[in-house]
C-alpha cells in the first residue's frame, strides 16, 4: 500500500531564503507525481507535475526533483517571498487513478 | 478559461439532513473525481467518473454517500443523513483523461454539520 510522508509538517523561514520541502513515497512504481499548494479556505493549486520518466521540472522559482528509485521528491522554492507561505502538499499517481496525498508541509514566510 | 467551480462555498446543516454538492468539471475533460479533505487530517479519495464507464465508488465512506454524473459533465455528490462527522472540506476535480493525467482542483465546498 502506497504511503506518501511529507517532511517537514512545519517551516518557518524569513523572506529571501531558497527552501527545500520534502516528499517521500513507500511504492516506487507510480506514473507521476505533482506538488499542489493549497491556501487557507482555498482549493488546491498545481504547482508542477513530475511524470515517472522524468527526473526534475521547472516553474519560475520552483524546482521539483523525482528520484523513483530511492522513492523521494523534493520542491525547492528559491528566493523566498511572503506570498509563497501556503501548505504545500504532494501527491503520486500509481497504477490505478487515485491520488495519494502526503499530509502537507505548512510554510510561513516572514516579512 | 474557466476552471473547475463547485457550489455552494460553504454549507452549514444540522445533522440528520441530506445535502448536495455540486461540481463544474473543466469543458471537454472526460475524467471528474471527488475527495474530501476533514480538518488535521489528509485529502481522501471518494469517487471516480471517466466518460460513460460505471463509476469507481470505492472511496465512498458509507452508503449515506452517493455521487452522479449527468451528461459526462456536471457532477453532484449527495449525502444523506449527515453526522458531524461529515463535516470537511469537498474537493472536485478533472482531468482531460482519466488518471494519471495532470488534476484541476475546484475551490471545494466546506460543509458543516451541526
Known amino acids: 500500500k502506497q504511503e506518501v510522508t511529507q517532511i517537514p509538517a512545519a517551516l518557518s523561514v524569513p523572506e529571501g531564503e531558497n527552501l527545500v520541502l520534502n516528499c517521500s513515497f513507500t511504492d516506487s512504481a507510480i506514473y507521476n507525481l505533482q506538488w499542489f499548494r493549497q491556501d487557507p479556505g482555498k482549493g488546491l493549486t498545481s504547482l508542477l507535475l513530475?511524470?515517472?520518466s522524468q527526473r526534475e521540472q521547472t516553474s519560475g522559482r520552483l524546482n521539483a526533483s523525482l528520484d523513483k528509485s530511492s522513492g523521494r521528491s523534493t520542491l525547492y522554492i528559491a528566493a523566498s517571498q511572503p506570498g509563497d507561505s501556503a501548505t504545500y502538499l504532494c501527491?503520486?499517481?500509481?497504477?490505478?487513478?487515485?491520488?495519494?496525498w502526503g499530509a502537507g508541509t505548512k510554510l510561513i514566510i516572514k516579512p | 478559461g474557466a476552471g473547475v467551480s463547485q457550489s455552494p462555498s460553504n454549507k452549514v446543516t444540522e445533522k440528520g439532513k441530506d445535502v448536495e454538492l455540486r461540481c463544474d468539471p473543466i469543458?471537454?475533460?472526460?475524467?471528474l473525481y471527488w475527495y474530501r479533505q476533514s480538518l488535521g487530517q489528509g485529502l481522501e479519495f471518494l469517487i471516480y467518473f471517466q466518460g460513460n464507464s460505471a463509476p469507481d465508488k470505492s472511496g465512498l465512506p458509507s452508503d449515506r454517500f452517493s455521487a452522479e454524473r449527468t451528461g459526462g459533465s456536471v457532477s453532484t455528490l449527495t449525502i444523506q443523513r449527515t453526522q458531524q462527522e461529515d463535516s470537511a472540506v469537498y474537493l472536485c476535480?478533472?482531468?482531460?483523461?482519466?488518471?494519471?493525467?495532470?488534476?484541476?482542483f475546484g475551490p471545494g465546498t466546506r460543509l458543516t454539520v451541526t
Open positions: 469543458s471537454g475533460h472526460t475524467a
Open positions: 501527491a503520486v499517481a500509481g497504477s490505478n487513478y487515485q491520488l495519494i
Open positions: 476535480a478533472s482531468s482531460l483523461r482519466q488518471a494519471p493525467y495532470e488534476q484541476y
Open positions: 513530475i511524470q515517472s
